[in-house]
């Protein structure tokens, strides 16, 4: 099963539209594909595959992307942005396959397994391109056990920076005013931090493009993109994604707050907001509501930021001290790195901490 997550409904309303050619194995043979949703592709095979067994299949696909978007495929001005849209391997190993709705949120739904990538990109002389992995000689970006891939194409201003083994690259698109200095040092000083309190940093690079058209941050493996503009909490918020998405997965459509709402954990701490987190108000609507699907925001939209992001991080905090939550969440990333984690993984490492997280947790609508 893939998905095609540029047809979910935010981006196929502004006009965005994948679609995928004859499916073939190695030998030629065009595969019998059901489409029971735009977004999802059955593909059958002539068998079952047994443990240790393997299949290639060819996926052609074509991707029409309009202008002027605020996700994560778009067209704005002389910039491109390619998240997400690679048809994805929907399969959680050890479960089976991911088949959750796509969402209506400005947000993911997304299940993959890491892999390796290599991907050819072509563009007009002049552009650059920023995104997952390095770059080679021969113009294909590798990146190796990530779960997905992203690009950002456009005439950036570039800047780059060293920190303890990893490569950083940050690209302000050139029609837009941001001082590349900021980014930098938040970008750099949460990768100092990060690695001591979650864990070391797997890959050699972490490439980052501020961009025009959007508002925020969108996170993918060893890549971020921007909107202008963007806050302190958002440039430190997605860096900590790649800990929690990039490195330890989760099915955003079944657990968005496993990545969201640990994100915001790392981020309140670096960003020195803990105290004002602790005291925010959570809306009723949402209270006690945080371990809830996708299919429970799309109804509950106006409070997603505080149901998903902020009440799981506060809920995070108030366990314990920073240092001993962080030590559980050292654990929960030595365990579960290059997975697809379950909430019942996080709540195992929290134990190791805190005996009673899952009884202190439960009041959130966090639970096992």
Not at 6 to 19: C, K, R
Not at 217 to 222: M, R
Not at 249 to 259: E, H, I, T, V
Not at 266 to 273: A, D, K, T
Request: proline content about 8%; charged content about 20%.
């Amino acid at each position: 099963m893939f998905r095609l997550w540029p047809n979910a409904p935010v981006l196929a309303a502004a006009g965005v539209h994948e679609d995928v050619g004859p499916v073939t194995r190695s030998d030629g043979a065009v595969l019998a594909v059901d489409r029971p949703d735009d977004t999802t592709v059955h593909v059958s095979l002539p068998a079952s595959l047994k443990p240790g067994e393997s299949i290639s299949v060819t996926v052609p696909y074509t991707l029409t992307i309009p202008g002027g978007n605020t996700d994560r495929v778009a067209h704005e001005g002389d910039t491109m942005r390619l998240g997400s849209f690679l048809p994805l391997l929907a399969w959680e190993p050890g479960v089976g396959w991911a088949t959750e709705p796509a969402t209506s949120v400005h947000g993911e739904a997304a299940t993959s397994p890491v892999a390796d990538y290599d991907v050819a990109i072509s563009v007009p002389a002049g552009y650059d391109v920023l995104g997952t992995g390095a770059r080679g000689a021969d113009g294909h970006w590798r990146a190796t056990a990530v779960r997905d891939v992203a690009y950002s194409i456009g005439h950036f201003t570039l800047v780059e920076e060293d920190v303890d083994g990893v490569h950083i690259t940050l690209g302000v698109d050139q029609s837009i005013n941001d001082d590349p200095a900021r980014y930098m040092r938040l970008i750099t000083d949460s990768f100092r931090n990060y690695p001591a309190r979650l864990g070391a940093y797997p890959w050699p690079t972490y490439t980052a493009a501020v961009l025009p058209g959007f508002r925020g941050g969108i996170e993918f493996p060893t890549h971020v993109m921007h909107g202008s503009g963007s806050t302190t909490r958002s440039i430190v918020h997605e860096v900590a994604h790649q800990w929690f998405y990039a490195l330890v997965g989760n099915d955003q459509g079944r657990d968005p707050w496993l990545d969201e709402g640990l994100a915001s954990y790392v981020e309140f701490v670096q960003e020195g907001s803990l105290d004002a987190r602790l005291t925010e108000r959570i809306p009723a609507d949402v209270a006690g509501r945080a371990g809830a699907p996708m299919t429970f925001w799309e109804q509950h939209e106006a409070n997603y930021y505080p149901g998903v992001y902020v009440q799981p991080g506060a809920a995070m905090a108030r366990l314990g001290s920073v240092d001993q939550v962080d030590c559980a969440l050292r654990q929960y990333v030595a365990r579960n790195a290059f997975r697809i984690a379950r909430p019942a993984d996080l709540f195992a490492a929290l134990a190791t901490v805190f005996p009673d997280a899952a009884d202190r947790l439960a009041p959130y609508g966090l639970h096992p």
